[in-house]
């Protein structure tokens, strides 16, 4: 099994800044991926950034420029992720997912889910 482990979440006013880690271990042959999704109450689960193992990172357009991905190590059966979250708004405000794509073995792989942290930015 692979259990995520995220921290870093709560309440920080608007232009505020919060930083969240996820700590992926266990069956970990090698990780693909590690990524954060956001779910806002009422509103589909959204990718909001992904890094690769190789080192590439991605960001969805409501996030770009604000938000930096880090961390990640494809050869280490323990990887973590950081997500660096500056110029907060109240558009922000939701739970917060990491998302872990590793292999468990040399041809199987998997996504893994961490189980929320809660980001409210509220004055």
């Known amino acids: 099994q692979v259990q995520l482990v995220e921290s870093g979440g709560g309440l920080v006013q608007p232009g505020g800044s919060l930083r969240l880690s996820c700590a992926a271990s266990g069956s970990i042959f090698r990780t693909i991926a590690m990524g954060w999704y956001r779910q806002a109450p009422g509103k589909q689960r959204e990718l909001i950034a992904t890094?690769?193992?190789?080192?590439?990172?991605?960001?969805?357009d409501s996030v770009q420029g604000r938000f930096t991905i880090s961390g990640i190590s494809g050869l280490s059966a323990q990887s973590t992720v950081s997500l660096q979250m500056n110029s907060l708004q109240p558009e922000d405000t939701a739970v917060y997912y990491c998302?872990?794509?590793?292999?468990?073995?040399?041809?199987?792989?998997?996504?893994?889910w961490g189980q929320g942290t809660q980001v409210t930015v509220s004055s």
């Open positions: 890094r690769t193992s190789g080192g590439s990172s991605n960001y969805a």
């Open positions: 998302n872990a794509r590793v292999y468990t073995d040399s041809s199987t792989w998997g996504d893994y």
